[in-house]
Structures are given as structure tokens and as C-alpha cells.
């Protein structure tokens, strides 16, 4: 192509055409200009479309982090939601008969001295989403909300946790351990005799116990909620890139 072109120019030039070679230096440029125009597009097009691929992959690396989150709340909710029930049914039974009931007992005891809470509200994904030129280019509203599952509602349960494992351990200290209580090898009838002469003070501690657990299972449920809103949000982002 490249020798077509210049056979036409030669031949311009040997002919002394010069109007005429004019014109074709002039669509020569036109066509050169049109190339680097057509070049440069598709060079935009190829970078935009990588680009894109990278935010859609942050995205759904940011949506596979927020499940997990969620399944580790959801997870902890079912087993508070079982403390509350243990709870429940022996402070109700106290209420009644004044004695203490020995269906749940044992989990209760469990509960009561159960210090292993930990949430790790932190995340490697979504620092390197806020280091990224993605975060610059999402919606305000989804910046919002991601900061709202992140800084507030996973730090608030972060924050309830903290407070009932330190109350489970205060349990464990000052009433389990020098109660003899704190001995997983003993069966639900020894249980029962050690905490009837005990038995305002172990009541007590399972209506602070238990209140604290009401606060944790309305922070799970709050944070799970926004994150399943805010999954849904990104998925929907993430399908119009």
C-alpha cells in the first residue's frame, strides 16, 4: 500500500502536476490524521475496557467479602438467639417458682463464661478499593453505604462484642471459677446444686448477660441488613460497568 502511494507521488512529481500533487499530499495528511484519529480511539477503547474489567473486579471481590462478613454475623445471631432462649426460659422459670430450672442450665452456664467473641470488622478489599481509582469514580450514595457497613454498623458490633466478652470473663472470674463452675466435666445435677446456693447472685448475672446479648443480636441484624442492601447495590453497579 505504502509503495502504491508513493508510485502516485513519483509520478505527480514527473509530470510536474503540481496542483494535482497538492491535492494528493493534502489527502495523504487527511488519511494520516484519520489513522492516528482511528488509532488513538481504539487505544481509549482497549484502556477503557481493562479498566473496567479491574472495577468490575474489585467489585466483586468487595461482594465476596461483604458474604463473608454477613454468614459470620448471620452464624453468631442463631447462637445469641440461642443464649436468649436459655436465658429466657431459666430467669422466667426463677420468676415463677423461685427455684432454678435445670432444662438449659448447663448452656447457660456455658454462655455466661463464654469470652471468645471476636469480630474483625477490617478488610484488605476494601483498602485497596479506597487506594484505587475506582473510588473516585463510584456513586456518592454507594460510597456512603460502604462506609456506613464498614466505620459504623461492623464497628458497632465490634463494640458489643468487646463489652460481652468482658462481661463474660468478669462472670468467669468473680462467679464461675471461685464457684467451682467453671469445670466443663461437671454434668447438668452438680451444676444445679452448686448454683441453687447461689442463686440471686447467678440470676443477676444472667439479666445483665442477657441484656447484653439483646444489644449484639440487634447489632447483627442491623449490620446484616445493610450488608445484604449494600450487595445488592454493588451487584447492580457492577452489572452496568
Known amino acids: 500500500m505504502i509503495k502504491f502511494f508513493r508510485r502516485i507521488r513519483q509520478k505527480l512529481v514527473t509530470e510536474n502536476k503540481f496542483s494535482k500533487y497538492l491535492i494528493y ?48 454475623l448471620i452464624s453468631d445471631l442463631e447462637y445469641g438467639k440461642s ?5 429466657d426460659n431459666i430467669i422466667e422459670f426463677w420468676a415463677k417458682t423461685k427455684s432454678i430450672d435445670t432444662l438449659h442450665l448447663k448452656s447457660a452456664i456455658n454462655g455466661l463464661g463464654d469470652d471468645r467473641g471476636f469480630l474483625n ?22 460510597i456512603r ?5 464498614y466505620r459504623f454498623k461492623l464497628a458497632a458490633v465490634k463494640s458489643s462484642f468487646e463489652k460481652t466478652t468482658e462481661y463474660a470473663s468478669h462472670c468467669k472470674l468473680n462467679f464461675l471459677i471461685p464457684n467451682g463452675l467453671a469445670d466443663t ?3 447438668t445435677v452438680e451444676i444445679h446444686s452448686i448454683v441453687t446456693e447461689k442463686n440471686m447472685e447467678f440470676i443477676s448475672s444472667l439479666e445483665v448477660f442477657r441484656g447484653g446479648i439483646y444489644l449484639l443480636n440487634n447489632r447483627f441484624e442491623d449490620a446484616s441488613k445493610g450488608i445484604i442492601e449494600l450487595t445488592e447495590n454493588l451487584t447492580i453497579y457492577q452489572s452496568e460497568l
Open 83 to 87: 443464649l436468649i432462649e436459655n436465658t
Open 25 to 72: 499530499a493534502v489527502g495523504e495528511i487527511i488519511l494520516v490524521v484519520i489513522g492516528i484519529l482511528i488509532a488513538l480511539q481504539i487505544n481509549n477503547w482497549n484502556s477503557n475496557r481493562l479498566e473496567k474489567e479491574s472495577d468490575s473486579q474489585l467489585i466483586g471481590a468487595l461482594i465476596t467479602d461483604l458474604k463473608l462478613k454477613n454468614e459470620e
Open 145 to 149: 453505604e460502604i462506609d456506613d457497613i
Open 185 to 187: 466435666k461437671l454434668n
Open 121 to 142: 470488622e477490617k478488610s484488605s478489599v476494601l483498602e485497596g478499593l479506597t487506594n484505587s481509582g475506582l473510588w473516585k469514580r463510584l456513586p456518592d450514595s454507594l
